[in-house]
């Protein structure tokens, strides 16, 4: 999980540059354990000054947003009377002048930094503040989801099949559902397909699997199966009513199901469902 976190550092620092028109951006995570941020990814940087830099919670611009969970920006950073110096060599190397750091902060814990820059001493605007803030953003919004990715993976885990209708068979049906619903919010196609296919270790059955449903027919029985209505599968799908109707009738023609509980009971025997 750090290293696709690292991934989505070096992704925003792509879009904060973009978005800010600023020569400079880079970044890191916090390290496990240790209050502080370990700088890894560079963008439009000249020297390698910055790189495996680390930034303890409190000291420099970057600890300082960190200690504070805000955004935090010099307009002369070895000038300024607002942070400590610790690592003014290291900016100096790279020429900053104008600096901002935004914390990316995940359930109240800081992650992350991002850091922008210019190689002049001039104020960044509100302009650009807001769009360094929603790169951060972005970064929080992906780390959700892989850590709940994450945390279902682990629910996923091979273990003692549970007792047939039991509350632990509920809770792998949860899990399931849960796994097919986040797939589609995953850009990265490696953790998708991974994703996926702890979702289908958990359907496995006593079924031939001789029926083929599309992957969207799947995930509508599957909440079909929670007990969920067209709408509220289609919100949680991301996907109009009427289509998530034409998935189920589809599903139920391929399955040989009249009604919307044989058709889960079906794809449950064919092993297509938990």
């Known amino acids: 999980m750090d290293a696709a976190a690292t991934v989505e550092i070096g992704r925003a620092l792509v879009r904060l540059r973009r978005s800010t028109g600023l020569p400079v951006a880079f970044g890191g995570l916090v390290e496990p354990g240790r209050p502080r941020v370990r700088?890894?990814?560079?963008?439009?940087?000249?020297?390698?000054s910055l790189r495996r830099l680390a930034v303890t919670a409190g000291n420099g611009l970057g600890g300082k947003a960190v200690a504070l969970a805000r955004p935090c920006a010099v307009t002369d950073y070895s000038a300024s009377r607002q942070i400590t110096h610790e690592y003014d060599a290291a900016v100096a190397a790279e020429g900053l002048c104008s600096v901002v750091a935004v914390p990316v902060v995940v359930r109240r814990r800081v992650r992350g930094?991002?850091?922008?820059?210019?190689?002049?001493?001039?104020?960044?605007?509100?302009?650009?503040?807001?769009?360094?803030?929603?790169?951060?953003?972005?970064?929080?919004q992906a780390l959700v989801v892989r850590d709940e990715v994450q945390g279902l993976l682990e629910a996923a885990e091979p273990r003692p099949a549970p007792a047939e209708g039991g509350a632990a068979w509920e809770q792998v049906r949860e899990a399931h559902a849960a796994l097919r619903a986040l797939a589609?919010?995953?850009?990265?196609?490696?953790?998708?397909?991974?994703?996926?296919?702890?979702?289908?270790?958990?359907?496995v059955g006593s079924g031939s699997r001789a029926v083929q449903l599309a992957p969207r027919e799947v995930d509508v029985l599957t909440c079909v199966a929670a007990g969920a209505t067209n709408a509220a599968a289609a919100g949680r799908l991301g996907l109009r009513a009427e289509t998530v109707k034409g998935y189920l009738r589809?599903?139920?023609?391929?399955?040989?199901?009249?009604?919307?509980?044989?058709?889960?009971?079906?794809?449950?025997?064919?092993?297509?469902?938990?």
Do not use: F
Not at 42 to 48: I, P, Q
Not at 250 to 274: F, Y
């Open 39 to 48: 700088i890894s990814e560079l963008n439009g940087t000249a020297t390698d």
């Open 113 to 140: 930094v991002l850091y922008g820059a210019l190689r002049t001493a001039q104020p960044l605007g509100d302009r650009t503040l807001t769009a360094a803030v929603d790169a951060a953003r972005d970064v929080e």
């Open 250 to 274: 589809s599903a139920m023609r391929k399955l040989g199901a009249h009604t919307r509980g044989e058709a889960v009971v079906a794809a449950r025997r064919a092993g297509l469902l938990p």
């Open 184 to 203: 589609p919010r995953i850009g990265d196609p490696a953790l998708r397909a991974e994703l996926l296919d702890a979702a289908g270790l958990l359907a």
